[in-house]
């Protein structure tokens, strides 16, 4: 933690409630099943997120060569932004923020796109968020264009008391955008 405390196991870091400063596998060489690169090295798209940053994203990108291999890939690699930050992991998080942070743990740029939602989240969820400390993750758009990544906006919010993906739209979007238009990546292949 920011604090210099070293808080071990997934539940125990969110209800930590500190600022995390870095997060570490133990054992800290774990190798991936080579299926795993196979599939990533073959991929025409590759989606992370969305997800908790900390305790569900970075430890499966912390496992030694797949980071390197998305990097490494042809496909075009996709971030999906969370919808809300989660209390105790991105407490005041940017979108450009968790990228920040997938990039400094792994030490390589691996997307060429995030894609989120434009959509407000109604002021009565809004309200019933902000208590538990959850609040829509910032789409910063300048901070992510420094970043070198490009930004696909859409209505991708279901609500219904909880603030969800709508699963259906972000599918149709991702198919629509990336296979069918086959939007290119920021990379050369």
Same mark, same amino acid.
């Given at each position: 933690?920011?604090?210099?405390?070293?808080?071990?196991?997934?539940?125990?870091?969110?209800?930590?409630?500190?600022?995390?400063?870095?997060?570490?596998?133990?054992?800290?060489?774990?190798?991936?099943?080579?299926?795993?690169?196979?599939?990533?090295?073959?991929?025409?798209?590759?989606?992370?997120?969305?997800?908790?940053?900390?305790?569900?994203?970075?430890?499966?990108?912390?496992?030694?060569?797949?980071?390197?291999?998305?990097?490494?890939?042809?496909?075009?690699?996709?971030?999906?932004?969370?919808?809300?930050?989660?209390?105790?992991?991105? =407490?005041?998080?940017?979108?450009? =923020?968790?990228?920040?942070?997938?990039?400094?743990?792994?030490?390589?740029?691996?997307?060429?796109?995030?894609?989120?939602?434009?959509?407000?989240?109604? &002021?009565?969820?809004?309200?019933?968020?902000?208590?538990?400390?959850?609040?829509?993750?910032?789409? =910063?758009?300048?901070? &992510?264009?420094?970043?070198?990544?490009?930004?696909?906006? =859409?209505?991708?919010?279901?609500?219904?008391?909880?603030?969800?993906?709508?699963?259906?739209?972000?599918?149709?979007?991702?198919?629509?955008?990336?296979?069918?238009?086959?939007?290119?990546?920021?990379?050369?292949?």
């Amino acid at each position: 933690m920011a604090n210099g405390k070293i808080v071990s196991g997934e539940t125990r870091i969110a209800k930590c409630r500190k600022k995390i400063r870095r997060l570490n596998l133990r054992p800290r060489h774990v190798r991936p099943l080579p299926e795993v690169l196979e599939a990533i090295h073959k991929a025409d798209l590759i989606l992370i997120g969305p997800g908790s940053l900390y305790t569900s994203i970075l430890p499966n990108l912390l496992v030694s060569g797949v980071a390197e291999a998305i990097e490494k890939s042809a496909a075009i690699r996709i971030y999906v932004a969370n919808l809300m930050t989660q209390p105790g992991e991105t =407490d005041g998080f940017s979108l450009a =923020d968790h990228i920040r942070v997938i990039y400094s743990h792994t030490r390589r740029k691996i997307f060429d796109w995030v894609v989120a939602s434009n959509q407000p989240i109604s &002021l009565e969820v809004a309200r019933r968020y902000s208590r538990r400390g959850a609040e829509p993750v910032r789409v =910063d758009l300048p901070d &992510l264009q420094r970043i070198g990544v490009r930004c696909l906006l =859409d209505n991708l919010l279901e609500e219904h008391g909880v603030v969800r993906h709508d699963a259906q739209r972000l599918s149709q979007l991702l198919i629509e955008e990336f296979i069918e238009r086959r939007i290119p990546s920021t990379k050369p292949h």
